[in-house]
């Protein structure tokens, strides 16, 4: 019966072989290819197969062995024993091939003990043709007829003797069992079949696999392997095997993917039984099964019907394994970071038909040729490891793919995007490719990266109306054509600045961005564009890593909509206060910048969410917080500036006011102090005013440095420096009326008069009344000028007569302190003692250093920046009291207390006692001396014996200065 099954076998085998056609040479190949082959036959063909055969085999096993033991050297498994697999498969393709064009074929191999690879070949290409060889039955006499009878040396497959087949079975099981996975269906035995086939050819248990000198020994006169196995079928049967009746569907063919996975079962060779033992069966529960990080070469799991997720990520896997073909809901599949060989094509139609609903399918650090067959995976991702090949694929069996991420593999333009219509997202970033090639024609794209790689020119997107997400970051861009109008979120970090102004045309028309990125282009300001109003809802701004040195005023245009911020890693020494205008921002970066402190007004962004404020890279700052500042500010940015804006902190500043008549000197007097205090000396900021005398009101804010007499150390030892606010009045007699709007209790007022001229003809004293009558206790400096003017010899009486005067004006204002000087701005005489006694008098006043809560300057910050927005300048108590709640000031008497002082200090004008005038708020003083100044000047001559015209107004004021609802 064994010789008929035999000699049925080789009818098979050899059915092809057609003697009447004569025009068709045998082909013979040649597994060696060392040397021509010696015969007597005609018209023959040969081919030289060149395969890895005796010592090369032998020591690509050893490789695989080392691998499997110290979990190193994977590059030389695959460039070994893993391509060697392929190869085999490949050559018997060759063989398969040409039986199916009915040409005989005959192999030819070396001598018996040197090489067996011919035997190899053979099997392969014969399991590959007839599906008998695919069964239990059919797979033992084939052993028996192509091995067994060849009398292969078994016993020697530790590679020593005389005798030995260089690992020839080794990569013939495991060459089936790669068929196996690429083929589950075709085979009726399992892999479990091979891995005891191939452990009871080595263990001496059944007298099949004996050496031929054992078989005289009763030892070896036992039970056949085959019977064992035949009594055992359920065992080693697969659930999947299907019995095809169609011939031509019998037919396999070997799938090229360069190389072939190894088995699972090589890591305990000759100990099968250990390796049983050790990789038990997996018992798998509801939801999420976790197999990551177990070293694991294949999985055996009884049931998946419960799995909604897998992953079998950080393992030793070369294939997906065949117990995963059972009927599972599962929607993800993590098999990052193995050893996958390939996805192959029957096997993914299978794993599609028991998982459904597998819709994500993860291969991360994978180095394979890309899967022809994915079913319903919707979502691809591939990072960190190789496409090898890209060939067949065909858009039929990709349909479902919607989105694909395939980033640090190398990737050129192997793969031809248009064969996946329906991807919406597409991120190719970290890859090495040069050009967009099909991907601008993916109509269905809504989400496009590719960055770090080496595209220099952007085609016409605009095509890609879906388009909403691009990134270009990290490009060598040269040029830009039209960007999709729909583009919600684009990033363009470190792209060349040259392009930067192409660049720019294109972003001003996408108005609807909410997210921007241009980090790392080398922006020394910021672009226009951003702040112009283009952008509806932009809510994410990225400008770090580039040279910005300041943050413009009309950033707060972005307040509606900027919810992110990051200006890191620029040159930044200071935050203005329109940055805290921006009401909405819960993330701000400003680390690694020059900054000199966090000003308080960042208090003003309440919205800053914990952990999402970065300060840190800027030394100053660092320098200035204590370790429980730095730790509470890193952690919650809020309450951090609620305890400071709580902090009371002393204030050093004051007014100076300076009256008298029409050149007396004030304003030259103004400049020489502020120049000896070394400020930089301002020009006449009134709109009316002119370089002779004054027309209005000139403000001048300047500071000084006070050295602490040491009599007076112990108030003052930390030398403050005091802030200055210098208002000077117009001397002309028709403005006198006006200045009672702006005195103020926290002033020292300077009259001037001509030291040339008696003082009494100066008009002092009528500068005395009309401050008395406006303030309680006012202090005084009454300073003569022109001193290089005055005769040497006749100023000691001058001085005495000075000093009459003074005591004179003390009796008649009582409640005044009055000092007083003698001073020539241009000889600078008596200006050292001069400075000197103004300096003592300042630090002398009430109030001086007293403590104020931190939103006191806070509030002051707002409004100074606010007055740039409001023209007028002039808010309702309401918009008031909106800005005291945003500064923390939310008591109203609190609130009315801090605006009193702002107007002491001159910041803004109110009338807090005026019924008409006490509802509104004056933010810009100048304002309100111009508009002064229009009415009552020498400039005009609309006023006529002293009255004006109401219809004349219209000419005087006009909008949007001065509103015409304004005029009353």
């Known amino acids: 019966e064994s010789n008929q099954k035999k000699l049925g076998l080789l009818e098979v085998t050899f059915k092809g072989r057609n003697p009447h056609i004569k025009d068709k040479p045998w082909l013979v190949f040649d597994v060696c290819g060392s040397k021509k082959i010696s015969t007597s036959m005609e018209n023959q063909e040969i081919v030289y197969c060149q395969l890895p055969l005796g010592p090369a085999l032998e020591n690509n096993w050893r490789n695989l062995q080392s691998f499997l033991q110290t979990k190193t050297g994977f590059e030389q498994v695959v460039q070994g024993w893993m391509t060697d697999v392929n190869n085999f498969g490949v050559n018997a393709n060759k063989i398969v091939e040409f039986f199916v064009q009915k040409r005989s074929v005959a192999v030819q191999g070396s001598h018996l003990h040197k090489s067996v690879g011919h035997i190899l070949v053979t099997s392969i290409a014969e399991v590959l043709i007839d599906k008998y060889y695919r069964t239990v039955e059919g797979f033992a006499m084939l052993v028996e007829k192509d091995w067994l009878s060849f009398r292969y040396p078994f016993y020697a497959t530790s590679g020593t003797g005389k005798e030995t087949g260089y690992r020839l079975w080794e990569m013939f099981i495991n060459v089936i069992y790669v068929l196996l996975l690429q083929y589950p ?25 004996c050496h031929r000198e054992k078989r005289t020994k009763g030892a070896a006169q036992g039970e056949s392997a085959w019977d064992y196995a035949l009594a055992h079928l359920p065992e080693f049967t697969n659930p999947r095997y299907v019995d095809k009746k169609n011939a031509d569907d019998c037919i396999l063919e070997w799938v090229n993917s360069g190389h072939s996975p190894f088995c699972h079962f090589w890591q305990n060779v000759g100990n099968y039984e250990e390796w049983f033992v050790n990789n038990s069966k997996f018992t798998t529960g509801p939801g999420h099964l976790d197999l990551s ?14 799995v909604t997720s897998i992953n079998l990520s950080n393992n030793f896997l070369v294939h997906l394994p065949l117990s995963f073909l059972t009927t599972s809901p599962s929607t993800s599949l993590d098999l990052s970071q193995n050893y996958l060989c390939g996805l192959y094509p029957e096997f993914m139609k299978l794993l599609a038909r028991d998982m459904p609903k597998l819709d994500t399918l993860i291969l991360d650090g994978a180095r394979m040729a890309f899967p022809q067959y994915l079913g319903p995976v919707t979502t691809l991702r591939w990072n960190k490891g190789s496409i090898l090949k890209a060939e067949g694929l065909v858009t039929e069996n990709l349909r479902n793919l919607e ?80 960007l999709p109008r729909g583009l919600k979120s684009i990033s363009l970090s470190n792209v060349p600045l040259p392009v930067s102004g192409e660049l720019f045309t294109h972003l001003a028309k996408l108005s609807g961005l909410t997210q921007l990125d241009l980090s790392g282009i080398n922006l020394g300001v910021w672009p226009s564009f951003i702040l112009d109003g283009v952008f509806e809802d932009l809510r994410d701004l990225n400008l770090a890593q580039n040279r910005l040195r300041a943050i413009p005023s009309n950033v707060q245009n972005l307040k509606k909509t900027l919810v992110k911020l990051n200006l890191s890693k620029n040159k930044l020494t200071y935050i203005p206060t329109n940055l805290g205008f921006l009401a909405n921002l819960e993330e701000l970066d400003i680390s690694n910048n020059n900054l000199e402190s966090l000003p308080t007004h960042l208090g003003l962004l309440k919205k800053i969410k914990s952990g999402k404020f970065r300060w840190e890279g800027n030394k100053k700052v660092d320098e200035a917080l204590t370790p429980e500042e730095k730790s509470l500010l890193s952690s919650d940015f809020c309450e951090y ?23 007396m000197g004030k304003s030259t007097l103004m400049r020489k102090i502020v120049s000896l205090w070394g400020g930089q000396v301002q020009q006449n900021q009134s709109a009316t005013g002119d370089s002779i005398s004054t027309d209005g009101i000139d403000i001048t804010n300047t500071k000084f440095v006070y050295n602490t007499p040491a009599s007076k150390k112990g108030r003052w030892q930390n030398h403050p420096t005091v802030d200055i606010s210098m208002w000077d009045f117009a001397g002309q007699e028709l403005y006198y009326v006006t200045h009672q709007f702006f005195l103020s209790a926290m002033s020292i007022y300077i009259i001037l008069y001509d030291l040339r001229q008696p003082i009494t003809s100066s008009r002092v004293e009528f500068w005395l009344y009309s401050i008395s009558s406006k303030i309680e206790c006012p202090q005084v400096f009454i300073v003569g000028t022109h001193l290089d003017g005055v005769d040497k010899a006749s100023l000691p009486s001058l001085v005495a007569d000075l000093e009459v005067q003074r005591k004179k004006f003390a009796a008649t204002f009582p409640s005044m302190r009055i000092k007083m000087a003698q001073v020539s701005c241009i000889s600078g005489e008596g200006f050292s003692t001069f400075l000197e006694n103004l300096e003592d008098f300042i630090m002398q006043q009430n109030g001086m250093g007293k403590s104020y809560p931190q939103s006191t300057a806070v509030l002051e910050s707002v409004l100074l920046e606010e007055k740039k927005n409001f023209m007028p300048p002039v808010i309702q108590k309401t918009q008031m009291y909106q800005y005291g709640r945003l500064c923390g000031l939310v008591d109203e008497a609190e609130l009315l207390e801090v605006c009193q002082l ?43 014996n002293g009255l004006l015209k109401n219809s004349n107004l219209l000419q005087i004021w006009r909008a949007p200065k001065y509103p015409q609802e304004m005029h009353h």
């Not at 990080?293 to 419960?306: A, E, F, H, I, P």
């Not at 090639?437 to 590719?450: A, C, D």
Request: proline share 5%.
């Open 185 to 209: 269906l075709d085979f009726q035995y399992n892999t479990h079949f091979l891995e005891w086939v191939y452990y009871e050819s080595t263990s001496e248990r059944f007298s099949t696999f």
């Open 293 to 306: 990080k177990l070293s694991l070469y294949d999985v055996n799991v009884t049931s998946l019907r419960q």
């Open 403 to 482: 989105s694909i991420q395939i980033c640090s593999t190398g990737l050129v333009s192997s793969l031809d995007f248009s064969l996946f219509p329906r991807v919406r997202e597409l991120d190719l970033s970290d890859n090495e490719l040069a050009s967009f090639g099909e991907i601008s024609n993916m109509p269905s794209l809504v989400v496009l990266k590719l960055a770090y790689n080496k595209i220099s020119n952007v085609p016409d997107l605009s095509p890609l109306r879906k388009l909403t997400y691009l990134d270009l970051s990290n490009n060598p861009l040269t040029s830009v054509k039209r």
């Open 641 to 663: 500036m609620l305890q400071k804006f709580q902090l009371r902190t002393p204030h050093y500043r004051f007014k100076l006011m300076m009256v008298g008549e029409e050149k």
């Open 902 to 944: 702002l107007h002491d200090f001159g910041v803004i004008i109110h009338f807090p006692t005026d019924p008409m005038l006490s509802s509104i708020f004056i933010l810009d003083p100048n304002w309100l001396t111009e508009l002064i100044a229009s009415l009552i000047t020498t400039k005009h001559r609309w006023a006529q």
